[in-house]
């Protein structure tokens, strides 16, 4: 494996870690309420094959929410906003001390359970998630 390939696997293990989240649009319709994504969450995500588990809290307010996730290896803070197409996340974080910018889509597939995509900036390198309120 060359050093690319290594650096590349690492940054997605670290950034694949920060969760995401989910809102309940589906068929619902999407307005300023508060759109249930308040409490906790358990988020896996894959990324480059790596799975790893984190643990959050949200705090909703209308349209839009922050929430932070826990992980073995430290905390990422994320910020977002729910519309009809669905939620639309960020956080910030580094790898091997480069600056890297997390974004997260996702959507519920019900009110307790949902999956999307993140994207790590300046990378490019994407994986998966689900999310499971408890």
């Known amino acids: 494996m060359n050093k690319i390939h290594i650096v590349f696997a690492g940054l997605a293990a670290l950034c694949f870690s920060a969760p995401i989240m989910a809102e309940k649009v589906g068929a ?8 249930g994504l308040s409490g906790n969450w358990k988020i ?4 480059g094959g790596k ?15 922050t929430g932070q996730c826990k992980r073995d290896d430290g905390t990422t803070v994320l910020t977002g906003s729910v519309d009809k197409a669905g939620i639309h996340m960020t956080g910030k974080s580094s790898y091997i001390g ?10 519920l597939t019900d009110p307790k359970n949902g999956k999307g995509t993140v994207v ?9 998630f ?5």
Do not use: W
Request: proline share 6%.
């Open 98 to 107: 480069l600056p890297i910018t997390l974004t997260y889509e996702a959507k």
């Open 120 to 128: 790590i900036h300046p990378f490019g390198v994407q994986g998966d």
């Open 51 to 65: 799975t790893r588990l984190s643990d959050c809290n949200f705090v909703n307010t209308g349209a839009t929410f």
């Open 28 to 35: 619902q319709n999407v307005g300023t309420q508060d759109m």
């Open 44 to 47: 896996v995500s894959n990324v």
């Open 130 to 134: 689900t999310m499971t309120q408890p």
